[in-house]
């Protein structure tokens, strides 16, 4: 290029068309780079959205997988918390299932129709199931009533598997052109305005577009990071950028929001919500975590599990609000006992723990322990009621008893139930023949379950005789268990297990009904009537059917109402509550007898007798042995002899084996006797033979 050819004007224009070109291209350059960011920017925000939608369908699969809410409420709450992610004036997040089928759409009217039929839409769904990412196309657009197509668009999607959700957001990318043409121009009147300040106004103009758009960015992709700590700066703009930074100011508080209720929802999963303190979910790991820290320091780490003494009653006299007061107060009151010095929550129901780590022994949990049920001796006030409440504790200490937190919890609980079965209000440290006693009962019940199912259960029957005259009057039906392989089980062993398990209501029906049967078997026409005694548990009594099950006896085998008489325990007069008076004066308007069996050897009164429609007592046999040798046993028998005779009710003497306590009885008046002196239970054939042979003696 020769430049003296050139004239000096060109000579002089060659700078500045050189600084012209300059400046055009370093606009041009921050242009594209501008137009990139922002549709970058566009990108991001949609990805960010998709992402925070995945986020919510993740959280609420982990809550489903938790069993704090069905799939199906998973499901709908992830669906509404999604619907309700409007950003920018109107684009929102879409979930297709992976037929296309929409999930979540601009109006619920459309949410399960299809849309596969569009081709974007299918692009957009095969994109999320091959790991998701950006798709590009064009689309229309409504702006002011008037629809515009052809206009380019970005989508990200994404593919949740677990519920087989591809979740999707688009935005138009026609404002980043527009934009771009719009610098483009503005560039082109100042630099033919005013050449000398292009690139100063260039550098300007740029400045105020790329610095915002680059801050957005940044707190995108912090928002995306997890960082919920972010301060969208006030750009002051009424302008694309002003609009997305408005925009971007409300994204993130629905984010913090969101990040905030994720964390109430973490504290909700491990803490109880009645009384505040750590539930199950949290028991477990912090168990292993304090046994596994114990085992290394070599000391102790304890485990208390705590249960209230007959809450039930608490429940059902005074209604649940009481019953959760006094769960409340006992959370304060084993939160005081330990001062902070160990980790206390509640398991379920009146059933809480606490774990002691860094104890130096065992006897040290024993000892806290045993503060802590002195401590919850005191009264508790609930709705202006004094009540005195008790509590049962199992004691296990690891590594020692076990280092893993499962089995140590098992084994406070078996020790908190032979707390419970030596009458509560006490403490149990845990010991290797629990174990075996449980796996002992839990074997029993099993084989009971099997014994019901083969009809291993028997009716023997014992006859009851009249002092006076030495003829039979009755007898009584006795349940026998023989086992094929163990023989005879004794009563002793397994009507505990059946009162406990509920199993006692099916032995106890098949026992009435044999009651019955042999009443019928023994009675006949115009001969004094032969009573048929029968046990009845007070969960039988209590079931709610059994007036039912006893007229359907009686009328399914003919059995008269008198010669029948069903014997209760007096601890089934304490539970007044629950219809027990009712039901047994339905039972003696029937004609049916009421004894009370054992009588002597619990919470015998006068009181009793006299509210319920008794007619019999039967004397426990633990007064025979020493009634003939001992005063004070035999003041008692005439006591209850005298006391009975007053209120006008029949008595019988139980567990007679020799004639000479037969003979004191009958000098007391007693009219009925029961033992090994008369009779041996036997079979129903065995004993009416032994009766017709006594009645024709």
Aim: net charge negative; hydrophobic share 45%; aromatic share 8%.
């Amino acid at each position: 290029m020769n430049l003296g050819q050139w004239s000096v004007r060109n000579k002089v224009l060659l700078p500045v068309w050189i600084m012209a070109a300059f400046v055009v291209l370093v606009v041009s350059t921050n242009l594209v780079i501008l137009r990139s960011e922002l549709e970058r920017g566009h990108v991001e925000k949609v990805r960010a959205l998709v992402e925070s939608a995945r986020s919510i369908a993740e959280e609420s699969y982990r809550l489903a997988q938790d069993g704090m809410l069905s799939e199906e409420a998973a499901k709908n709450k992830a669906r509404d918390a999604i619907r309700a992610m409007i950003f920018n004036g109107g684009a929102r997040v879409f979930v297709f299932d992976e037929a296309g089928n929409r999930i979540v759409s601009n109006t619920v009217a459309e949410e399960g129709t299809s849309a596969w039929d569009a081709r974007h839409t299918r692009d957009m769904i095969r994109n999320g199931l091959n790991g998701g990412g950006v798709t590009y196309y064009k689309g229309a657009r409504t702006l002011d009533g008037v629809t515009t197509r052809g206009r380019p668009k970005a989508a990200w999607s994404e593919h949740f598997a677990p519920w087989g959700w591809v979740i999707s957001s688009a935005v138009y990318l026609d404002d980043v052109n527009t934009s771009f043409w719009n610098h483009l121009l503005r560039f082109a009147l100042i630099f033919g305005a005013v050449g000398s300040l292009l690139l100063l106004w260039v550098n300007a103009i740029v400045g105020s577009i790329t610095g915002p758009v680059l801050r957005l960015t940044a707190n995108m992709k912090q928002l995306a990071d997890g960082d919920t700590d972010v301060t969208v700066e006030d750009t002051g703009r009424s302008d694309e950028i002003g609009q997305m930074a408005a925009a971007m100011r409300t994204f993130v508080s629905y984010e913090q929001e969101r990040h905030a209720l994720h964390e109430k929802l973490e504290e909700l999963a491990f803490s109880d919500s009645l009384t505040g303190l750590a539930n199950r979910a949290s028991f477990q790991d912090r168990l292993q975590c304090e046994l596994d820290r114990a085992a290394a320091n070599e000391t102790h780490c304890a485990l208390i599990v705590v249960d209230l003494d007959r809450f039930k009653a608490i429940n059902d006299t005074m209604g649940h609000a009481a019953g959760d007061a006094v769960l409340v107060q006992t959370a304060r009151r084993i939160e005081a006992a330990f001062s902070g010095r160990a980790f206390v929550g509640r398991l379920a129901g009146d059933e809480f723990f606490v774990v002691l780590p860094g104890l130096p022994g065992v006897e040290e949990a024993m000892a806290q322990a045993n503060q802590l049920v002195e401590a919850m001796r005191q009264p508790i006030t609930v709705e202006d009621a004094v009540l005195q409440v008790s509590v049962s504790a199992g004691v296990a200490a690891g590594p020692g008893d076990s280092a893993s937190a499962p089995a140590l919890f098992r084994f406070a609980d078996l020790a908190l139930y032979d707390a419970k079965q030596a009458g509560g209000n006490c403490v149990r440290a845990y010991r290797i023949q629990m174990g075996e006693t449980i796996e002992k009962r839990f074997k029993l019940e099993t084989m009971m379950n099997g014994a019901l199912k083969r009809g291993e259960f028997k009716a023997a029957f014992q006859l009851k005789m009249d002092m006076a005259t030495g003829h039979a009057a009755g007898a009584e039906a006795l349940c026998r268990w023989v086992h094929p392989r163990l023989g005879n089980i004794s009563p002793a062993e397994f009507i505990p297990v059946a009162e406990e398990t509920g199993q006692i209501i099916a032995i106890g029906n098949m026992m009435l009904r044999e009651a019955c049967k042999f009443a019928v078997q023994v009675n006949r026409p115009a001969a004094p009537a032969m009573v048929i005694a029968v046990n009845v548990s007070p969960r039988q009594l209590m079931n709610g059917d059994f007036l039912v099950r006893l007229r359907d006896c009686l009328a399914g085998t003919g059995c008269q109402p008198e010669w029948l008489e069903l014997e209760i325990t007096e601890s089934l007069l304490l539970a007044e509550g629950g219809g027990v008076r009712e039901t047994l004066e339905q039972i003696a308007a029937m004609g049916i007898g009421i004894a009370i069996d054992d009588f002597g050897t619990g919470y015998s009164a006068l009181s009793y007798l006299h509210r319920f429609p008794i007619t019999a007592l039967k004397i426990d046999r633990s007064f025979m042995n020493g009634i003939c040798s001992d005063p004070q046993q035999e003041i008692l028998v005439r006591t209850i002899l005298a006391m009975a005779h007053g209120l006008g009710l029949e008595t019988t003497a139980e567990g007679i084996e020799t004639e000479e306590v037969a003979r004191k009885l009958a000098s007391m008046n007693c009219r009925f006797g029961q033992g090994y002196l008369w009779h041996r239970p036997a079979p129903a054939d065995e004993t009416s033979s032994v009766m017709y042979g006594l009645a024709m003696a």
